[in-house]
């Protein structure tokens, strides 16, 4: 089984930025898709990003795009959320996940979850 450990999160202000990880357990990462999610308290998960297996591609949440990128070091077995530009309202827990699929198409079903980490953007 695959295990998740995001790290990263913090407490920043409006305009700033801030490197997520999600570092995975085994050498199977470099065969998943794999994902960025974020819940607030009271509200639906949302999707954030999504990067294919070989990083050949990636998805994008419209809330985020052109302020965030996700990126993956396959070597590392670890994958990225570089935030820019945050606002108060990406203030959320930010959970990774990965998938047994390869792709983006059709949107892969995600598995398998991290423990989330929190982003606060104060304003």
């Known amino acids: 089984q695959v295990q998740l450990i995001e790290s990263g999160g913090g407490l920043v202000q409006a305009g700033g930025s801030l490197r997520l990880s999600c570092a995975a357990s085994?050498?199977?990462?470099?065969?998943?898709?794999m994902g960025w999610f974020r819940q607030a308290p009271g509200k639906e998960r949302e999707f954030v990003a999504a990067?294919?297996?070989?990083?050949?591609?990636?998805n994008y949440a419209d809330s985020v795009k052109g302020r965030f990128t996700i990126s993956r070091d396959n070597a590392k077995n670890t994958v990225y959320l570089q935030m820019n530009s945050l606002k108060a309202e990406d203030t959320s827990v930010y959970y990774c996940?990965?998938?047994?699929?390869?792709?983006?198409?059709?949107?892969?079903?995600?598995?398998?979850w991290g423990q989330g980490t929190q982003v606060t953007v104060s304003s």
């Open positions: 085994e050498r199977t990462f470099s065969y998943r898709a």
């Open positions: 990067i294919s297996w070989n990083g050949g591609t990636t």
């Open positions: 996940a990965a998938s047994s699929s390869w792709g983006l198409v059709p949107p892969p079903r995600y598995d398998y």
